[in-house]
């Protein structure tokens, strides 16, 4: 069974950082698409940010600039580096990791609460 645990949310004032972690288990990291989703009170979860097995990454056109997606193979390890934050960026964050060929699969974290405010 796979297990992805997130870490690194908080409260921070606008214009502040945060860097979230992800960190799976089981074999199934490196052949993974990780996704950061988000989801605020009474919104839908939307993508944030994607990376996929090799390397290749795609932002949410409302995060471009300000965030950073990268991957640790050797530690199973996916991160999600967040520069200039928002109020609106208030949301809780998951961690996703996807596998649209053969072996298919699906895998989320618990979430992890980050809070923009003064």
């Known amino acids: 069974q796979v297990q992805l645990v997130e870490s690194g949310g908080g409260l921070v004032q606008p214009g502040g950082s945060l860097r979230l972690s992800c960190a799976a288990s089981?074999?199934?990291?490196?052949?993974?698409?990780m996704n950061w989703y988000r989801q605020a009170p009474g919104k839908q979860r939307e993508l944030v940010a994607a990376i996929t097995s090799g390397g290749n990454t795609n932002y949410a056109d409302s995060v471009k600039g300000r965030f950073t997606i990268s991957r640790d193979n050797a530690k199973n390890t996916v991160y999600l580096q967040m520069d200039g934050l928002k109020p609106e960026d208030t949301a809780v964050y998951f961690c996703n990791a996807q596998r649209v060929n053969y072996p298919r699969f699906d895998y989320w974290g618990q979430g992890t609460q980050v809070t923009v405010s003064s």
């Open positions: 089981g074999s199934i990291f490196s052949i993974a698409t």
